[in-house]
């Protein structure tokens, strides 16, 4: 019998080199291997007689071996076999599967699974022995992703072996709210006699998953209200917001009051400050930064970029000249100043935390840095205010129930004089004409126009093979416009190349800027006036969204073409929509609905880490998890999750 905690070695047939090969996989142990989820499964559970074969349908038969031969041809090897039932016989062929003639024995019946062919013949089906509990044939069966020199069959094998024998799992879930106990879950997960079991043993993982992370939550909230060590700051409340250039909109005034009454307390604030692109978070948080440096305390502030971070010093500078700040990222000396001191940066900034012993800490986009870097606050000796950013449209829903350890502010008003952005589905027919468009534009207004694609290199993958890349966008672009200057920026670029072309782009001696998503957070061009989306339909709206708010943000009327790869009609459907709304929030919940959650926290290499068994669209799931999870509480009952793996919830604990 095998234990959740048990290791994968204990497990018949895992020995040291297969456990070392599965471990590439982070597959360590019992309960890692019955929580490795199939890709999918095949049905191979509809028998049929011979003589019934449809050429192409996946059917299980069950028939005696009357003929085998093995024949080889250099290297190479070819098995064949006659079966037959009671209807007729059929011939079997394989490819360099010599030990097919050792497993069939003449006389013998078994069972095969596999597809007959253009020749009438079972090209490669699988072989079974006859059982009533079968493992690869005449059943649903696990497909799992694949683990280099392990085949398949032996995967099923060693998960067969543990389901069939795991301990008893104490479970009070199944027996409290009546779900489907977990020794049940796993055999149905892997091995289900329907699809219904299989749908059943996912929700209950689903709500594993999800009662896990709101328990994670749960107690990182109690811990930051139980270590009252921040400083507490004193706000003026007849000057509690400074002079300004402009007034402030009444979300960023209600927002700003939210923060100067958490930063009075010794309890360590943990806000999540929620706007638009351009909405105005950055002085919101410049005045609760004012304020804790008039209490004679360092602010760090943390953005993702280095362009970023100089945007926000220009910005800061501007707004409140009476601060005095330091940048700090991997390329200046750090230096620690004797008077208040606002420490702007990138991850440098992080990494000085505890010689700075910030009163106040600023992430912008804190979702943006690894796991490693945001657990560093952790680390620190003192508790400050934690002040988290972001212009991600996540829904209020998602929001209150699965981080309900952050405090949340919500700028849901965009500052007077922002226009909305035009935004135009284009088919590849007018792209053409768009390009006379834009031209004209260009001489009439100046500004710059921003071109951003999905890859950076063209795909030779059949479901990529139509996506436009940025270099070979450049190369089409560029001829286009012979009175421009086209640039080209992704990722792979030396620092140094990065560096010379953003400078050039904000010194306007750049007109065309062909690009990545590098631009969808951290490049803020007051020129910029148009931005085209190369196959668009590869984002999720809420990463359009962020893209969109490139354009247009000294207030200009900007406009932002989206030119799909695609003509299904769900695509433009989607599209569609997002050209109808500039309101971020609403994307995302339309993205949650007919999507999923894959681009909601935008590219895959920014993103939130992604769930494992539930997703962000089962709002009747999470619904239950989360009345599932009042009631433990209410209760007092312990309890943990066997999803072991690390927290999605974006928190600086």
């Known amino acids: 019998m095998y234990s959740l905690s048990g290791k994968i070695t204990n497990a018949t047939g895992i020995g040291p080199s297969v456990s070392d090969k599965l471990a590439l996989k982070n597959i360590h142990t019992i309960q890692d291997l019955l929580l490795w989820v199939p890709l999918r499964y095949e049905d191979r559970s509809e028998q049929k007689l011979i003589m019934d074969l449809v050429k192409d349908e996946l059917v299980t038969i069950q028939a005696e071996v009357t003929a085998i031969s093995n024949q080889y041809k250099g290297r190479r090897s070819m098995q064949r076999a006659t079966v037959r039932d009671s209807s007729g016989p059929l011939k079997l062929i394989w ?16 069972f095969f699974s596999g597809k007959l062919n253009n020749r009438g013949m ?14 690869h044939t005449n059943r649903l069966v696990p497909i799992y992703s694949s683990v280099p020199e392990i085949k398949a069959g032996n995967l099923r094998r060693y998960l067969k072996e543990v389901t069939q024998h795991l301990d008893p799992i104490s479970d009070l879930l199944a027996t409290e709210f009546d779900l489907l106990p977990l020794n049940e879950t796993f055999k149905h997960l892997h091995f289900p006699d329907d699809q219904e079991l299989t749908i059943k043993a996912r929700e209950r993982l689903a709500i594993e998953e999800l009662l896990g992370l709101m328990q994670h939550s749960a107690e990182i909230k109690q811990q930051w209200k139980d270590n009252a060590s921040a400083h507490l700051v004193t706000v003026d409340k007849e000057n509690s917001i400074p002079d300004l250039p402009f007034t402030l909109t009444s979300a960023q005034q209600r927002s700003t009051r939210e923060l100067l009454v958490d930063i009075q307390s010794t309890t360590p604030m943990n806000r999540l400050l929620l706007g638009d692109v351009g909405s105005g978070k950055t002085v ?20 993702p970029t280095q362009i970023l971070a100089e945007q926000h010093l220009e910005t800061l500078s501007k707004l409140f000249p009476q601060i005095n700040i330091q940048l700090l990222t991997a390329k200046t000396k750090f230096s620690l100043a004797e008077k208040p001191t606002l420490y702007l940066g990138t991850h440098a900034v992080i990494n000085k935390l505890q010689q700075i012993k910030p009163a106040l800490v600023i992430y912008d986009e804190q979702h943006r840095f690894g796991v490693e870097q945001r657990s560093e606050i952790s680390k620190l000796t003192f508790r400050p205010h934690i002040l988290t950013m972001s212009a991600t449209p996540i829904p209020r829903s998602l929001m209150l129930t699965i981080f309900s350890h952050l405090e949340l502010s919500v ?41 951003v694609c999905p890859f950076i290199e063209h795909s030779e993958h059949e479901a990529f093979a139509n996506v436009k890349s940025a270099t070979e966008t450049f190369a089409e672009i560029k001829p286009q416009f012979p009175d421009q200057k086209v640039e080209l920026l992704h990722g792979r670029l030396t620092s140094d190349q990065k560096d010379k072309i953003t400078k050039r782009l904000f010194d306007q001696k750049i007109d065309i800027l062909v690009t990545t998503p590098i631009v969808e957070v951290g490049i803020d061009l007051p020129a910029a006036l148009i931005i085209i989306i190369e196959s668009a339909e590869r984002f999720g709206l809420a990463s359009l969204h962020q893209l969109r708010g490139r354009v ?25 929509v997002f050209t109808k709304t500039n309101d971020g929030i609403k994307l995302a919940e339309f993205d949650l609905q007919n999507r999923g959650a894959g681009d909601l926290f935008g590219t895959n290499q920014h993103g939130f880490d992604q769930l494992q068994f539930s997703n962000w669209t089962n709002i009747e799931l999470i619904t239950k998890a989360k009345q599932i999870f009042d009631e433990l509480k209410s209760s007092q009952i312990t309890w943990k999750s066997v999803i072991s793996r690390q927290s999605t919830t974006p928190t600086a604990n």
């Open 552 to 576: 247009g943000r000294a207030g200009q009327q900007a406009y932002c073409l989206l030119f799909p790869s695609s003509k299904s009609p769900t695509i433009s459907q989607r599209l569609d």
């Open 411 to 451: 700028i849901d008003e965009m500052p007077a004089g922002r226009k909305p952005i035009k935004t135009w589905l284009a088919s590849e027919k007018k792209r053409a004409g768009s390009y006379d468009w834009i031209k004209k534009k260009l001489r009439e207004s100046g500004g710059q126009v921003l071109v």
């Open 122 to 135: 079972m090209t490669q089906p699988k072989v079974e022995k006859i059982s009533n509990d079968t493992t």
């Open 284 to 303: 919101v948080a410049g005045i609760a930064t004012l304020h804790t440096l008039n209490n004679n305390h360092h602010v760090a502030f943390i953005a």
């Open 95 to 110: 490819f360099n599967a010599p030990f097919i003639k050792d497993a069939l024995v003449k006389g013998q019946s078994y």
